[in-house]
């Protein structure tokens, strides 16, 4: 069964922070996480990642640098900030009550 994408859309930055708390990372190495954790279930569009960052990145959640590749083409790089962290929680701790909520009416 493959994950609705409307339901997880509004959570695309959330996804990206939360992956960016371990390490940075890239574009391409975020959807291939993704897709791990979900079983290919569930796969970020290139569109759609880019643009959460760009979104990610103005609100200062997040900076991009350039990586130094000795082979093949140079990454751009994203590293979570200290606001991005607390923007993380903030979207976590909301998700997770309305999930709660939504638990509560389809039971």
Do not use: C, P
């Not at 994408?5 to 975020?30: C, M, V």
């Not at 990586?67 to 903030?90: F, M, V």
Request: aromatic share 10%; net charge neutral.
């Amino acid at each position: 069964m493959s994950i609705a994408s409307d339901l997880l859309r509004g959570h695309t930055e959330t996804i990206i922070l939360t992956s960016l708390l371990k390490h940075d990372s890239y574009g391409y190495q975020i959807n291939k996480e993704v897709m791990k954790k979900t079983g290919s279930r569930y796969e970020l569009k290139e569109a759609t990642l880019y643009s959460a960052f760009h979104r990610l990145e103005q609100a200062g959640h997040i900076t991009a640098y350039w990586g130094d590749e000795n082979s093949g083409a140079r990454r751009k790089y994203y590293r979570i900030t200290a606001s991005g962290r607390e923007a993380r929680l903030a979207n976590k701790k909301e998700w997770e009550e309305a999930k709660e909520i939504i638990d509560q009416l389809l039971d």
